[in-house]
């Protein structure tokens, strides 16, 4: 079998992970080891997080709104039900 010099693939493939991972402590931006463990980690929370992201302001959103309703005298769940029924009128 003849040999495989894969240097340019290989090289390729650790300096994209080192760049990604470039602006960590330590040698999670050195070593590529570490860097791709780190790498993929980082990514895996990146992920998580948006929807975390979301969750957070939907919540902040709807606490403005309940604020907002009650100094109006009326509930949040008051006036999204009222908001509901005027949609179905359309």
């Given amino acids: 079998m003849t040999r495989v010099k894969r240097g340019y693939v290989a090289r390729k493939r650790r300096k994209n992970i080192l760049t990604l991972t470039s602006g960590f402590q330590g040698t ?7 860097a791709n463990q780190q790498g993929m ?3 895996a929370s990146s992920h998580r997080d948006r929807g975390k992201r979301k969750r957070n302001l939907r919540r ?4 403005r709104v309940n604020a907002a309703a009650r100094d109006n005298g009326i509930s949040y769940n008051k006036l999204i039900e009222y ?3 005027k949609k179905k009128k359309f």
Avoid: V
Wanted: cysteine-free.
């Fill in 28 to 34: 999670h931006s050195k070593l590529f080891r570490t």
């Fill in 41 to 43: 980690r980082a990514l």
């Fill in 60 to 63: 902040l959103w709807i606490t």
């Fill in 83 to 85: 908001l509901y029924k």
